[in-house]
């Protein structure tokens, strides 16, 4: 293949690239508009998606759950000689099972685990789950912050701030890439809209009450469990982008290494042998 070609075929798949980027963003961007939609609904349906083991929260618990065993997967798929970058997946894999389990009470209510529930006197929430207890919430928190705090800060940091930083600098990114997976930025734009969704809503409603049908659950109760799927989705979006791209760079790597050694290969054939009947 001569030059030119190799450029158009470069541009072309470069523009195809980029149209899929949109037609993805379009699509996901929708999707998370739409999530938002049960905070006008009725009651019944607000506590279907948004209330304890509603429709959200498992949905939460399940995109980190996938999110955990795709960096589980990649540590034996993934050829890396980094041991840093390995061992980020194992750190990633480990916290986002943790983040899995805790979304769910680790199966308390699902197993009736009640019984067996050890920590239920230090737990606000009398749940098994670590994020819940007095030392990390209420008047006795030794954090200023909470769980869903710090998880808003690192969807930011790992889906939008690591990525746009590499983006921008290409040194950062020979630094950061060899011992931590570099998210692609594109899909960081939904944790920002999902962001920008959430405080919208709560305006929204703060300015226009009647608009909110639900007796019980505060209004941010039902935005905020929106926004931890819409955050999580976002990642898991990310994640599987990021492990795709490595894939594909892998297989080509492979076949421009395969095409290679025929190359040399073939460049060590003496001239006129293929004339003499040799089978090479």
């Given at each position: 293949?001569?030059?030119?070609?190799?450029?158009?075929?470069?541009?072309?798949?470069?523009?195809?690239?980029?149209?899929?980027?949109?037609?993805?963003?379009?699509?996901?961007?929708?999707?998370?508009?739409?999530?938002?939609?049960?905070?006008?609904?009725?009651?019944?349906?607000?506590?279907?998606?948004?209330?304890?083991?509603?429709?959200?929260?498992?949905?939460?618990?399940?995109?980190?759950?996938?999110?955990?065993?795709?960096?589980?997967?990649?540590?034996?798929?993934?050829?890396?000689?980094?041991?840093?970058?390995?061992?980020?997946?194992?750190?990633?894999?480990?916290?986002?099972?943790?983040?899995?389990?805790?979304?769910?009470?680790?199966?308390?209510?699902?197993?009736?685990?009640?019984?067996?529930?050890?920590?239920?006197?230090?737990?606000?929430?009398?749940?098994?789950?670590?994020?819940?207890?007095?030392?990390?919430?209420?008047?006795?928190?030794?954090?200023?912050?909470?769980?869903?705090?710090?998880?808003?800060?690192?969807?930011?940091?790992?889906?939008?701030?690591?990525?746009?930083?590499?983006?921008?600098?290409?040194?950062?990114?020979?630094?950061?890439?060899?011992?931590?997976?570099?998210?692609?930025?594109?899909?960081?734009?939904?944790?920002?809209?999902?962001?920008?969704?959430?405080?919208?809503?709560?305006?929204?409603?703060?300015?226009?009450?009647?608009?909110?049908q639900h007796p019980t659950m505060p209004i941010p109760q039902g935005v905020h469990e929106i926004r931890e799927h819409g955050f999580t989705f976002a990642l898991l979006a990310s994640v599987i982008i990021y492990f795709s791209r490595e894939w594909a760079a892998k297989k080509a790597a492979d076949s421009q290494a395969i095409s290679n050694q025929m190359t040399n290969l073939g460049s060590r054939i003496p001239v006129g042998m293929e004339h003499k009947g040799e089978k090479i």
């Amino acid at each position: 293949m001569n030059t030119p070609n190799i450029i158009i075929n470069g541009v072309s798949s470069h523009m195809k690239q980029q149209k899929t980027s949109i037609l993805f963003l379009i699509i996901a961007a929708i999707f998370i508009g739409i999530t938002f939609l049960p905070l006008f609904a009725s009651e019944r349906i607000l506590d279907l998606f948004a209330r304890e083991d509603g429709v959200f929260e498992n949905l939460t618990a399940l995109y980190l759950f996938v999110i955990a065993l795709v960096f589980g997967v990649a540590l034996f798929y993934v050829r890396t000689s980094s041991l840093l970058l390995k061992l980020s997946y194992t750190g990633l894999a480990l916290l986002f099972f943790l983040g899995a389990g805790e979304e769910i009470s680790w199966g308390e209510r699902i197993f009736h685990w009640e019984d067996h529930n050890f920590i239920r006197g230090v737990n606000v929430q009398e749940e098994l789950t670590l994020h819940n207890l007095k030392y990390f919430q209420g008047e006795e928190s030794i954090i200023p912050v909470s769980a869903s705090q710090l998880f808003v800060v690192f969807a930011f940091i790992f889906a939008v701030l690591i990525p746009l930083a590499c983006t921008i600098s290409p040194r950062i990114n020979q630094f950061v890439a060899p011992r931590f997976p570099v998210l692609p930025l594109y899909p960081g734009v939904l944790v920002v809209l999902t962001y920008i969704f959430q405080k919208l809503m709560l305006r929204v409603l703060s300015m226009v009450p009647a608009l909110y049908q639900h007796p019980t659950m505060p209004i941010p109760q039902g935005v905020h469990e929106i926004r931890e799927h819409g955050f999580t989705f976002a990642l898991l979006a990310s994640v599987i982008i990021y492990f795709s791209r490595e894939w594909a760079a892998k297989k080509a790597a492979d076949s421009q290494a395969i095409s290679n050694q025929m190359t040399n290969l073939g460049s060590r054939i003496p001239v006129g042998m293929e004339h003499k009947g040799e089978k090479i």
